[in-house]
């Protein structure tokens, strides 16, 4: 008797196991296989074990039609910045980051527009609606292909929402630039979009068009799914923070060379590549020495006015804050085939360097913080005057009591402007900015200029050296 009890119990455990693996391929079949939404729990929200299957379905799709997407999303990075064992399978620790989004990009080179054989739509975007998704494609112009001769150029997809109940993952397209860097554009919303779609708010990506270094990526498994990741989160971040970009303002500068047309003689066009060869330069020697700079003076002038150097300037102009000076930054440009015009200043106040290649000079300027003022100094050779160029921190809100930087692109190189272009432009040249001035004395033309008292003679030969 007590043998068939136990078979009886065995086989009835053997019936509810088989009941139990039944129900299992059930829920599969009809919720993540096929069509429809994913069970949500008792409050109304996607689980733990929702959002990872969202994420997998998600990345299932993005393999099936072979598109390398990588993870971006900045909380998640974060937290792979700070926990060194990426390869855990027990929990979501990583994807699951409390957020009702989750970002990723995919380099737009890799991007396939095969249509579905029964809608006028991408076939990844058409699975993506079969699966359950909710999809909104957020498409804008490809500045690639703007100039001074055509203003706007096609339209090109610049990001993808997907929505599962609730949960949005956002695509992010990285195209590739002229000066060897990837771009991504600023999200807009266009008429007759539902604005409720997504929390946008919370999107890491789209309050601004960002410029990145091309990232080395490692495929990893984090929370037992199989995902792509930046080698080097750390630099990612931080290239993420400081990401965004000011794109040329091509209509202005055509109206303005419709007004002034360019300098197109031979001696224009030859400043002109000796000063697209000098400024390359001067950008891989300080990236050597991890100095930052920004376009300033007569350049940046350039940049946002009409898109290119100024061909009477004669000279290249950039700023650095003084706090990033590096006392082998003479060398550096030595070894790079530059000679050292003039050093005017020290450290603490004032300094300046000027470097030459072949006829074209490089001004280097460094900048000053002074409370709500951000200045940089010159000095006249001949009297030991000094001078001091100031620029008032508008953006007095700010933390950083100056202006910020941004990325933009001048002669097919990637380099930082102040974000705030056209107060820096207006501190340093004046409302008529617009205007070309062919005679400029740097010492009474700038609005901004006011003296600074004499070095003392006897430090002039420390302080004021030509060579």
């Known amino acids: 008797m007590p043998r068939m009890n136990r078979t009886a119990v065995l086989s009835l455990l053997i019936v509810i196991s088989s009941v139990f693996l039944l129900f299992q391929l059930y829920y599969y079949r009809k919720y993540v296989s096929k069509p429809g939404p994913h069970i949500l729990s008792q409050t109304g929200h996607l689980t733990t074990s929702d959002l990872q299957w969202t994420v ?34 027990l929990h979501c620790s990583f994807l699951c980051t409390d957020r009702p989004v989750m970002s990723f990009a995919l380099f737009a080179n890799m ?12 076939a990844f975007l058409s699975a993506a609606k079969h699966k359950g998704f909710d999809v909104l494609e957020l498409r804008g112009h490809d500045p690639r292909l703007a100039s001074l001769d055509t203003l706007s150029g096609e339209d090109i997809p610049l990001y993808f929402l997907l929505r599962l109940h609730g949960f949005i993952i956002q695509v992010v397209f990285l195209y590739e630039r002229s000066g060897n860097y990837l771009w991504h554009g600023p999200l807009r919303l266009k008429a007759k979009m ?29 929370d037992g799914l199989d995902v792509r990741v930046p080698r080097n989160v750390s630099r990612f971040l931080y290239e993420q923070q400081h990401s965004r970009f000011l794109e040329c303002r091509y209509h202005d500068a055509r109206s303005f060379l419709q007004l002034y047309p360019d300098d197109t003689s031979p001696a224009a066009v030859d400043f002109h590549r000796k000063a697209k060869a000098l400024l390359h330069l001067a950008a891989q020697t300080l990236a050597v ?7 300033s003076s007569g350049t940046c002038l350039g940049w946002f006015r009409q898109c290119n150097i100024i061909s009477y300037s004669h000279d290249v102009d950039i700023g650095i804050f003084i706090t990033d000076y590096r006392p082998d930054i003479v060398t550096a440009f030595a070894a790079a085939g530059l000679s050292l015009k003039h050093k005017f200043g020290k450290v603490e106040d004032s300094l300046e360097l000027s470097f030459l290649s ?18 940089n100094g010159g000095t006249q050779a001949k009297s030991g005057r000094k001078f001091k160029r100031v620029f008032m921190s508008l953006f007095i809100r700010y933390i950083f009591q100056r202006f910020s930087l941004c990325w933009a692109e001048l ?23 617009s205007v070309p001035v062919m005679l400029w004395d740097w010492k009474s033309s700038p609005s901004n200029v006011q003296r600074n008292g004499l070095w003392p003679k006897h430090q002039w030969a420390d302080l004021i050296q030509v060579y």
């Not at 993870?71 to 060194?84: E, F, G, M, P, Q």
């Not at 946008?200 to 490692?218: E, I």
């Not at 006829?359 to 709500?372: A, M, N, R």
């Open 411 to 433: 002669l097919e190189l990637k380099v930082r402007v102040p974000c705030e272009t056209l107060d820096y432009i207006t501190a340093n040249y004046g409302t008529s900015w």
């Open 194 to 222: 539902d604005l409720s779609f997504a929390p946008f708010k919370q999107l890491d990506y789209g309050r601004h068009a960002g410029a990145y270094n091309r990232p080395d990526l490692v495929l990893t498994v984090l």
């Open 56 to 89: 997998r379905l998600f990345l299932v799709l993005a393999h099936r039609f072979h598109l390398p997407v990588f993870l971006v999303d900045t909380t998640a990075l974060r937290l792979l910045a700070h926990d060194a064992s990426w390869q855990r399978e």
């Open 111 to 122: 991007w396939k527009f095969d249509r579905c054989h029964f809608c006028d739509q991408p």
């Open 289 to 295: 020495l991890d100095v930052p700079f920004w376009l």
């Open 358 to 375: 072949d006829d074209v000079k490089l001004d280097i300027f460094f900048f000053y913080e002074d409370g709500d003022i951000v200045w």
